[in-house]
C-alpha cells in the first residue's frame, strides 16, 4: 500500500471525526480511534518507498520511504495517538469533533516528518503539524492557554522558517552545482556544501529542530505549553512532537553535513549535557505536577543529543531508545496527570498528598512511570541513557561526567513527584482507576517493559543504515 | 468569422469584449434597469475569459507599439477579469440586499477598470501605462465611493486625490525619462541624464498604487471605506494590474540590472515588510487588518525585483505571476466573506462583530479561515507555494538580511491572522449573522477550492506561468 495512504488517512479521519460528530462526543472519538487502527495496521503493511511526481518544475516529488528507525517512529506516533485519544475519552466533550480533527492533522504532520524523504515534503508536513497543535493548545487547554498557545506557535514557527531557509538555500546550492532543481534528500546529502557554507546552512536546520526537540536557550516555550494543553495535546507533545526535532538532529543534521557534524560535535554535546542538569534541576523546583514533567523531557532530549553527538554506534543506540522509552514513559505521566487534575481539579503538587490511601492502583502505576523516568534498570529509559552516556563518555569524558549528575538529579524530582501526591496524609479521597485508564497504563508499561528487558530486537531493527558513526570505538 | 484572423485581434479579443460589453451596458444604466446590467457584466467577464485561451495560444503577439499581449500580459488579464467576475456576482446581491436598487453603473465602472486592468498588464509603452492607470484609477475612485454615503465618499476622495497624485509623478517622470532619451517604449529605454529622476517619480507613482512605504498612508482608510466588494478588487485585480506594468517597466528596459535600484528596492521592501506586519498586528479592525497586511504582502514581492538580476527576469516573472494569482485568490476570498456578512445591513468593523461566526455560520467561517490561513502562507494552500517562490527568490539572490526580514514579518503575519481565527470561534450570544445568499456562498466555494487544490497540487498553474 502506498505510503501517502499514512498521513492521508488520518487528514481525512481528522474532517470525518468533525463531520461526523453531530453534537455526540463519543462518536468523534470512536472516528479517531478507528481511524488511528486502520493507520496502524497500513503502517505494518505499507511498501518501503513511494514515489510520485508533484511539482516538477522544481524536482520535488512525492518521495516517501520507511525504513527501521521510521518505521519505529510511525509506530510510536501512532501508538500514542491511539492513548492521546483515549485519555480525551472523558475529558473532552465539548466540540470533540474538532479536537479529533486538530489532534489527527497533527500527527498527520508527523508521520509525514518522519517519513519524507524529499525536504520540500518534509517541511510541508512539518508546518501541517504547528496549527493544528496551536488550536489544541488555544481551544481546550487550561487557564492559560492564550499565551501557552501563542508562545508555543511563535517559537515552532521562527525556528520553521530558520529551517525553511536552510533547506531553499541547499536546493539552489544543488541547482548551481549541477543545474537541476532538487529536494530530494539523497540528491542533497550527496552534494557537497564546501565546508563554511555547510556550517552556515548547519545552524539553520540546527535552530529549526532544537527549538522542537527543545534544547536549553530555545525551550523557554516547552514548558507553559506542556502545562496548559489538555492531556491528549501533553501527550503528543512530549511523546512525538518532541521527537520530531530529535529526529532531525539525529537523521537530517548528520546526514547532510558529516563534516561539519564532527567539527561542531563538542558544541552540541555541550547543550545536551545542559539540558539533562538545567532540564532535571527545574523539574525538581516545580510545584505544577504538569510542568514538573514537561522540565524533566527537556532533561530527557537532553540525552539524545548527547548520544547523537557523540559520534560512536552506542551513542547513536542510545539516543534511539532514548527517543522512543522517552515517548511512551512522558506520554504515560502526562496521562497521570490528566487524571489526577480530573479527579482534584488541580495540578498544584501543595493541594495534593496521600492519594494512595485511596488510590493505591494509580498510585502503583505512577511509582512504576516516576522510576521510568529517572532510569531504573529493566525499564526503556535505562538503556537509552546507559548508551547514550556511554557513548559520550567514549569521546568526551568530562561531558559524560557532569551529565551524568543528570542520573543523581532525576531521582530526586521523581520521587517527589511521588512523595508529594501519593504519601503523606490523605487530604481527600479519590476514585481509582477506572478500567479503561487501567487498561491503557498497562499498555504503557508492558511497553516500556519489552524496551528496557530486550532492547536489541528493537535497536538493531530501529537504527537506521544511513548512519556512519564517525568514531570508531 | 472563416478564414484567417489577424492574430493581434485573437490577441486582444478579451480586452475588446470587456470593452464591447462596457458599451453595451450604457443601454441598461441609462435606463436604470440593473438587473440587464448585470447580466450584460457577467457574461462580458465570462466571455473575457474564454477568449482568454484563444489568446494565450497566440501569444506573444505585439499589437502595435502600446501593447505586447504575451502569457504574463494574459495571466494577469485573467487574474482581474475573475476578480471582475466574482465581484460583478458578489456586488450584485450586496447592492440589493442594502437595498441600494439603482446600481447599473457600478457594472459599467467595474468593466472599464478591468479593462484599465487589462491594458497595463500589457502595457509596453508609456502611454498605454498612462491610459490604463487612469482608465484603473479613476473608475474605482468611483467605485469606492459608490453609494455616495459620508465614508465612502471621504474614502473615495481620498483615493481620487492620491491617484492624482500618482498620475502627477508619472507624466512628469515620463516627460523627464523622454527629455533624457528620447523613447517612449519600454524596451531599449535608456535613463540618460533627467531619465533616471524621471524612472524614480514612475516608480514613486507607481509605488502609491501598490501602497508600498512610504506611500501607504492612504490604503487603510480606503479599504475601510469602501464597500467590500470593491475592496476585494481593489486588493486583487488593481493591485496586481500595477505590479505587472511595474514588473514589466524594470524587465523591459533593463533597469532591473542596476544594482543601485536593487538596493533601494530591499530597503523599501524591509520597511514595507515590518510596518505592514506591525500596523496589522495593532489592529482591531479587520478591513483595516487586510489593508495593512496587504502593505507586507507587495512588500514580499518587492524581493523579486531586487533578486531579478541575479535570478534572471523569467524565473521572477513567473514568481510574481503565481504570488499575484495566490495572494489575489486568498484576499478575494477575505474581503467577499466580508461582503456577505455585511449583506444584512449590519456593517462588520471591529474584529469582535466577527465573533461567534463559527457557531453561527460554520460554512461561511471555514471559507474565511481557509482564505486567512492561505494569506499567512501555510502548507495545504495556495499561499504556501507563492511564499515558497518568494523565499527561493530571496535564498536564490543571496539577500540574507531580507530574507531574516521576511522571517520575521511572516512569523508576526502568523500572530494576526491565528488571532482573526481565533474570535471566529469564540462564542457570542446575540445573532446577528443571517442566512447568506447561496450565490455568494457558491462563489467563495469555488474560489477556496482552488486555493486548496492548486495548493495541494500547484503543477498546473506552475506550468502556465513558467513559461513567459
Known sequence: ?473 | MGGKMNPSVIALAPLLCLALSAVILLVPAALQRPGVAWIVSLSGFVLSGVLLWPAWQQAPVSVTELLMIDRYALAVTGIVVVSGLVVTVLGHEYFRARQILHHSEIYLLLLIAALGGGVLAAAEHFASLFLGVELMGIATAVLIAFPLGRVELEAGVKYLVLSGMASAFLVFGMGLVYAGGGVLVFSGMDFAGPGWVGLFMILAGLAFKLSWVPFHLWIGDVYQGAPPPVAAFLGSASKSAALAVFMRLLWKSDAYQNEMLAVLFIVIACFSILVGNWLALLQNRIKRLLAYSAIAHFGYLLVLPATAGRLGMEFVAEASAFYLIAYSLAVGVGFGSISVMEQAGEEVDALEDLRGLFHQQPLLASLFTVALLSLAGLPLTIGFIGKFYLFSAAVGGELWWLALVMVFGSGLGMVYYLRVILVLGQPRTTCLHPNPATSGLLVLGFLVTMLVWLGIFPSWIMGLVSHF
Open chain 1, 1 to 473: 500500500m502506498s505510503l501517502v495512504w499514512l498521513p492521508g488517512l488520518l487528514l481525512l479521519g481528522g474532517v470525518a471525526a468533525w463531520i461526523g460528530e453531530r453534537g455526540e462526543a463519543r462518536r468523534a472519538h470512536t472516528i479517531a480511534l478507528v481511524a488511528l487502527l486502520a493507520a496502524a495496521g497500513m503502517a505494518l503493511l505499507s511498501r518501503q518507498q513511494t514515489v510520485l511526481p508533484w511539482i516538477p518544475r522544481f524536482g520535488i516529488r512525492l518521495h516517501l520511504s520507511m525504513d527501521g528507525l521510521s518505521l519505529s517512529l510511525v509506530v510510536l506516533t501512532l501508538f500514542l495517538g491511539i492513548i492521546a485519544v483515549l485519555t480525551s475519552w472523558r475529558e473532552i466533550a465539548q466540540r470533540a469533533g474538532l479536537f479529533q480533527l486538530n489532534l489527527l492533522w497533527t500527527l498527520a504532520g508527523t508521520l509525514g516528518v518522519f517519513l519524507a524523504a524529499d525536504l520540500f515534503l518534509f517541511f510541508f508536513c512539518w508546518e501541517l503539524m504547528i496549527i493544528p497543535m496551536f488550536f489544541l493548545i488555544r481551544h481546550w487547554g487550561h487557564e492559560g492557554r492564550v499565551r501557552a498557545a501563542f508562545k508555543f506557535f511563535l517559537f515552532t514557527q521562527v525556528g520553521g522558517l530558520f529551517l525553511w531557509l536552510a533547506i531553499l538555500s541547499l536546493a539552489f546550492l544543488h541547482y548551481r552545482q549541477t543545474g537541476v532543481f532538487s529536494f530530494d534528500y539523497q540528491d542533497l546529502r550527496n552534494m557537497d556544501p564546501g565546508f563554511e557554507w555547510g556550517m552556515w546552512l548547519m545552524l539553520g536546520f540546527s535552530i529549526g529542530f532544537l527549538v522542537k526537540l527543545p534544547a536549553v536557550p530555545l525551550h523557554l516555550w516547552l514548558p507553559e505549553a506542556h502545562t496548559q494543553a489538555p492531556t491528549g495535546g501533553s501527550v503528543i507533545l512530549a511523546g512525538v512532537l518532541l521527537k520530531t526535532g530529535a529526529y532531525g538532529m539525529l537523521r537530517i543534521v548528520p546526514g547532510l553535513f558529516p563534516l561539519q557534524v564532527q567539527a561542531a560535535a563538542p558544541a552540541f554535546l555541550g547543550l545536551g549535557a545542559v539540558a539533562v542538569l538545567y532540564g532535571a534541576h527545574q523539574a525538581f523546583a516545580q510545584k505544577d505536577l504538569k510542568r514538573l514533567i514537561a522540565y524533566s523531557s527537556i532533561s530527557h532530549m537532553g540525552w539524545v543529543l548527547l548520544g547523537v553527538f557523540a559520534g560512536t554506534a552506542a551513542g547513536y543506540r542510545g539516543a534511539v531508545m532514548t527517543m522512543l522509552a522517552h515517548g511512551v514513559s512522558a506520554a504515560a505521566l502526562f496521562a497521570i496527570a490528566g487524571m489526577l487534575q480530573q479527579r482534584v481539579h488541580s495540578r498544584d503538587l501543595d493541594l495534593y498528598g496521600g492519594f494512595w490511601e485511596s488510590a493505591p492502583r494509580l498510585g502503583a502505576l505512577t511509582l512504576f512511570f516516576a522510576l521510568a523516568a529517572l532510569g531504573l534498570p529493566g525499564l526503556g529509559n535505562f538503556v537509552g541513557e546507559f548508551l547514550a552516556l556511554l557513548g559520550a563518555f567514549l569521546v568526551e569524558p568530562w561531558v559524560a561526567f557532569v551529565a551524568a549528575l543528570g542520573l543523581i538529579l532525576a531521582p530526586v524530582y521523581a520521587l517527589t513527584l511521588v512523595q508529594r501526591s501519593f504519601h503523606g496524609n490523605p487530604q481527600r479521597a479519590m476514585t481509582d482507576l477506572t478500567l479503561r485508564e487501567g487498561l491503557l497504563l498497562g499498555i504503557l508499561v508492558m511497553t516500556l517493559l519489552i524496551l528496557g528487558l530486550r532492547p536489541d530486537p528493537v535497536l538493531d531493527f530501529a537504527v537506521a543504515r544511513d548512519f556512519v558513526p564517525w568514531v570508531e570505538r
